[in-house]
Nanobody, 114 residues
């Protein structure tokens, strides 16, 4: 059973930054396209960013230029650097493969508020 453990969320003021991490308990991580997803209250879960095994990245228009997805294959860890955060970025953030193959982890909550 693959486990996905997200961390790094918290409360931050608008314009601030956070770095999220996701540790994946499976060695095929290095060849798998991974994604960061988020779900705001009352909204559906959406893909925010994804990265292929080769390092190619794609971003949702809403975060392009502000968020950066990266991965450390040696550590089976996925990252999301979030800069210039806005209140509308407030959500639970989750990692998974893209397309999703595994059960969701608990996620990490990001709250952007003054």
């Amino acid at each position: 059973q693959v486990q996905l453990v997200e961390s790094g969320g918290g409360l931050v003021q608008p314009g601030g930054s956070l770095r999220l991490s996701c540790v994946v308990s499976r060695t095929i991580f290095s060849i798998t396209t991974m994604g960061w997803y988020r779900q705001a209250p009352g909204k559906e879960r959406e893909l925010v960013a994804r990265i292929t095994g080769g390092g190619s990245t794609n971003y949702a228009d809403s975060v392009k230029g502000r968020f950066t997805i990266s991965r450390d294959n040696a550590k089976n860890t996925l990252y999301l650097q979030m800069n210039s955060l806005k209140p509308e970025d407030t959500a639970g953030y989750f990692c998974n493969t893209h397309p999703r193959m595994y059960m969701w982890g608990k996620g990490t909550l990001v709250t952007v508020s003054s």
